[in-house]
């Protein structure tokens, strides 16, 4: 659903959109006239995959409905009273003129008041929209190509993890949303409102707003204490009543910067609950594991200190094992690589390349493909252009993967 009628004071549309437009191209903003009318109050429902439910409201002919467009950067004014351009005032002719002149259209005039209008411009000259999200046409790969094949080179940040269990026993963890998608921005007014209406961990894990313990954190507990708080763990810390919470295949979603993390339903959740690590041991004891706290929740340097202490302990103690596999580069990818190189390198060098592959691709669906495809690194890039230059990109050929030989290729 791209679209979402609301009923609202023209006083709270601006922060409402701000929400909103996270999570829809188009919002229709239905406004029951002046700012001193009585209109009802917007219910915020933080629920996915629809965050806001409004109490609607019949619109009075004095009101307005606005259609706006981020994805199309255009803006509809609609009402039954219609009105020409040329009754605008010379105020409103010059904001129409200005966003206008910044590349936003607009579509259709008709029935408004100077306030309602002025709310418009506003609106419509949002710089943060909604991704869009359109589906890119597919170009049927050959018919050699039949497996998703991981690529030789691991991103990290990009990657996404295969579910599954190997001959070996080994369990795969799976995450459907990427590092970037899982980031939670404060600043930004959508983000802002979906923390003020989520609750956060409590003091009975640690209390955060207490002081440190005095002292370092155990150099056992980490390899680099510094990074780390020493505080006093609460009493859910060292709960073992439940059996249920102790599994011997645990799951483990990655720490992201920052105090909260998005989930693949669109709700946001308090990382805090992950520095507890329970588990059954291959022998079938209980284990718990308390991790400090960061002291400073976007701190790259700890948020990886994490991560890899946490997957230590899941790995020494269960069968569980985490292994990234970097999504290969699809066929409709690479023939956009080889288009964009000459002699089989960038021609505007690896930043632009970097830049303009990703615009193209990052977090657009492509037919026959799970998911978004994922941003991809410099590294990524110049490792996929390096592992096929010789033999194919250098010659203007596109590489295909032939089914079940990993890493063999012919040319197209």
């Given at each position: 659903m791209d679209t979402i009628e609301i009923t609202q004071p023209l006083e709270l549309l601006s922060t409402t959109s701000s929400f909103l437009n996270t999570f829809y191209n188009t919002i229709i903003f239905d406004m029951a006239g002046p700012m001193n009318n009585p209109v009802?109050?917007?219910?915020?429902?933080?629920?996915?995959?629809?965050?806001?439910?409004?109490?609607?409201?019949?619109?009075?002919?004095?009101?307005?409905?606005?259609?706006?467009?981020?994805?199309?950067s255009t803006i509809r004014v609609i009402?039954?009273?219609?009105?020409?351009?040329?009754?605008?005032?010379?105020?409103?002719?010059?904001?129409?003129?200005?966003?206008?002149?910044?590349?936003?259209?607009?579509?259709?005039?008709?029935?408004?008041?100077?306030?309602?209008?002025?709310?418009a411009l506003t609106l419509a000259s949002m710089?943060?929209?909604?991704?869009?999200?359109?589906?890119?046409?597919?170009?049927?790969?050959?018919?050699?190509?039949?497996?998703r094949i991981p690529?030789?080179?691991?991103?990290?940040?990009?990657?996404?993890?295969?579910?599954g269990a190997g001959a070996d026993g080994i369990i795969l963890k799976a995450t459907q949303a990427t590092r970037k998608q899982r980031i939670v921005d404060p600043t930004h007014p959508a983000d802002a409102l979906m923390i003020l209406a989520t609750s956060k961990a409590g003091f009975d894990i640690y209390d955060s707003d207490a002081e440190s313990v005095a002292g370092d954190v155990s150099t056992s507990v980490s390899t680099k204490p510094e990074l780390f708080r020493n505080v006093t763990w609460g009493p859910a810390a060292n709960d073992t009543s439940n059996d249920a919470a102790f599994p011997t295949e645990p799951s483990f979603?990655?720490?992201?910067?920052?105090?909260?993390?998005?989930?693949?339903?669109?709700?946001?959740?308090?990382?805090?609950?992950?520095?507890?690590?329970?588990?059954?041991?291959?022998?079938?004891?209980?284990?718990?594991?308390?991790?400090?706290?960061?002291?400073?929740?976007?701190?790259?340097k700890a948020i990886t200190c994490l991560n890899k202490r946490?997957?230590?302990?899941?790995?020494?103690?269960?069968?569980?094992?985490?292994?990234?596999?970097?999504?290969?580069?699809?066929?409709?990818?690479?023939?956009?690589?080889?288009e964009h190189l000459t002699n089989g390198k960038p021609g505007n060098g690896w930043k632009a390349f970097v830049e303009e592959f990703n615009e193209q691709f990052a977090g657009e669906m492509l037919e026959g493909c799970e998911g978004v495809r994922p941003t991809r690194t410099h590294s990524s890039l110049t490792k996929e252009v390096e592992r096929f230059g010789k033999e194919f990109y250098a010659q203007g050929k596109v590489p295909v993967l032939k089914e079940g030989k990993q890493g063999k290729s012919k040319a197209e």
């Open positions: 009802p109050e917007l219910k915020f429902e933080m629920k996915a995959p629809i965050p806001v439910e409004s109490i609607p409201a019949t619109p009075s002919k004095t009101g307005i409905k606005l259609r706006i467009n981020f994805k199309n009402n039954p009273k219609k009105r020409d351009a040329d009754d605008l005032d010379e105020d409103t002719q010059d904001g129409l003129a200005a966003f206008k002149a910044a590349g936003i259209s607009a579509a259709r005039i008709e029935g408004y008041t100077k306030d309602e209008l002025d709310v710089k943060d929209g909604p991704p869009a999200r359109k589906r890119v046409k597919s170009t049927p790969a050959p018919s050699s190509q039949k497996m690529d030789a080179e691991s991103d990290g940040r990009d990657a996404t993890e295969s579910v979603d990655q720490f992201v910067p920052g105090r909260w993390e998005r989930l693949p339903d669109g709700t946001i959740r308090d990382q805090k609950h992950k520095l507890i690590v329970r588990l059954t041991s291959k022998d079938g004891r209980k284990m718990l594991f308390k991790n400090p706290p960061p002291k400073d929740w976007n701190d790259q946490v997957s230590q302990q899941i790995r020494r103690n269960t069968a569980v094992r985490f292994r990234l596999e970097v999504e290969s580069y699809v066929h409709e990818e690479r023939v956009w690589i080889n």
